[in-house]
């Protein structure tokens, strides 16, 4: 395949898109919705940089600071951040502050990777221990916000506060482990409430009822991506991790399509009317898969087989037209509830009913850094 239709892919999107109107975040787009702080264009920031560091091209660095840059002001605050809302999610995009502050050296990247952590040490928790995924959600622990909140937290322990919260974000690791997998399946369910009173939950367990792709594949590479920022003093905590890795990657592969080499939008229903491969979560665990792979977490044939799944991706969804490249299959989004939304009720019937977009960030930034990664393999 000839990959360099990507280099071109990402261009396109740098050069169609303002600080103030992403060409990728589709919500933000659909719904008129102010520039704000979000997940969604950190997910963008974090893949760029990625790009970045693979190529050593500055326009990329250049791109990402002159992004950033309009949302953080001289103080550290955050353009459209509320602390108050402790939402994990809004957690993510602070993951490329600790370059930036290392690359530009610009005192309010670190003054605004303080006011995120702040969040950190506010965040509500269950009763088990796990960051509330949002204060509108109390007692809920979503996949997601593996991802959201523990990379940046590590990332936080590791270059500022010489790992002494490491336990913590292992812990919460494991307990989603212990909660949310399915052990015969080898999947975990989208969603915990540790209370057991939110409408979408059993009544026995507080589990959601489906395998969503995108909240596992955000939950694998939050693992693969913490495990690489821990420090060289926390052998132990990193061997916790890569033994969950290794088992969430192994019980994943069974569920590759063989027809399309993709995973489909609710895992274990290959097939099912109105079920279809899915390209964000794909992306995901195929990055993880590659990642893993060449770090030495997992069996060096997962290369291979994260290799696979991307090709697939890239026959499946990325297409050209006119001379415009353009990547479709992706979820535009998916939740649990909140009770004014019935209807996000973790079943099959609604996660197919989602819409599903072209150029989302949630899909072509995991899509961008699973391309790191095949770039690494080609060398």
Known sequence: MDYTIIDRYIDRLINDTTPDAPVWNIENLQHGKKPGWNYIDGCMMTSLYAIYKQTGDKKYLNFIDGFVDYYVFEDGSIRGYELETYNVDNLNEGRVLFDLYRETGKEKYKKAIDLLHRQIIGQPRTGKGNFWHKKIYPNQVWLDGLYMAQVFYVRYETEFNRGINYADIVFQFKNVYENMYDKEKKLY???????????????????????????????????????????????????????????????????????????????????????????????????????????????????????????????????????????????????????DKPHRNGTFEYYISEPVVENDAKGTGPFVMAYTEIKRLKK
């Open 189 to 339: 369910y989208h969603g915990w409430d540790y209370s057991k009173e939110a409408f979408w939950a059993d009544k026995e367990t507080g589990l959601s009822k489906s395998f969503w792709l995108r909240a596992i594949g955000w939950y694998t590479v939050g693992l693969v991506d913490a495990i690489g920022y821990f420090g060289k003093n926390a052998p132990n905590f990193k061997t916790e991790l890569i033994t969950l890795f290794r088992k969430t990657i192994a019980g994943l592969e069974s569920y590759i399509d063989p027809e399309t080499q993709m995973f489909w939008q609710v895992v274990d229903q290959i097939g099912r009317e109105g079920n279809y491969p899915e390209t964000s979560g794909s992306a995901m665990i195929a990055y993880a898969m590659m990642k893993g792979a060449r770090l030495g977490y997992v069996e060096k044939r997962f290369a291979k087989v994260g290799e696979e799944v991307f090709n697939g991706i890239c026959k499946q969804y990325l297409t050209e037209t006119d001379g415009t490249l353009n990547l479709g299959g992706i979820c535009l989004m998916a939740g649990l509830g909140p009770e």
